[in-house]
């Protein structure tokens, strides 16, 4: 259960930062794979809910209704952040300390695990409100949409595997 709980920390640890480095050096013409539909809310306020309005053709009403809906769930999503920010700031400062401690890490993990469920959990919750704002048409796009990135995603994890099952006979 422990292995797995760090496995998918890790696996979430190189998501996040190979977003971040792709985001900032183009300017995404939609959310990162595997992203879901309200992950940040600056993100979601800025190119997101760009992306999401063309696709959709979100009226200006439900944008509006939706930029509340962030702004209304900053105050409870911005401490989130920073605890998720001081854990891998916490987590990068171990492993570049050379004095690497297995139950510190395990701590760390922990307690950034526990945050990160917090987050998920009110990324969830304005999803669910933004998608009740939207039209039967609209929700039709957008479950075409996710679809689609799931495919998308499953074939790079496809290629991903392949990839490493050839690696070692190199």
């Known amino acids: 259960m422990k292995l797995n709980r ?29 992203h879901h539909f309200m992950m940040h809310g600056d993100w979601i306020e ?12 979100l009226t200006d009403a439900q944008q509006t209704q939706i930029k509340q809906l962030i702004t209304n769930a900053k105050p409870a999503l911005t401490p989130l952040m920073q ?10 400062q171990l492993v570049t300390s050379g004095a690497y401690d297995q139950a510190k890490a395990q701590a760390i993990a922990s307690q950034e695990a526990q945050t990160h469920e917090q987050l998920e ?7 669910a409100q933004a ?28 290629r991903h595997a392949a ?8």
């Open 6 to 34: 760090m496995k998918i920390f890790a696996a979430a640890l190189a998501l996040s930062v190979c977003a971040t480095i792709a985001a900032a050096q183009t300017e995404p013409a939609g959310p990162p794979p595997g």
């Open 46 to 57: 800025g190119h997101s809910l760009k992306f999401f309005t063309n696709l959709l053709s």
């Open 83 to 92: 605890q998720e920010m001081q854990s891998h700031e916490a987590m990068r």
């Open 121 to 127: 959990l009110q990324h969830a919750q304005i999803a």
């Open 131 to 158: 998608y009740q704002l939207l039209t039967a048409d609209q929700k039709t796009k957008l479950n075409d949409f996710f679809t689609q990135q799931q495919q998308k995603m499953a074939e790079h994890m496809q």
């Open 163 to 170: 990839e490493s099952e050839e690696a070692p006979n190199q």
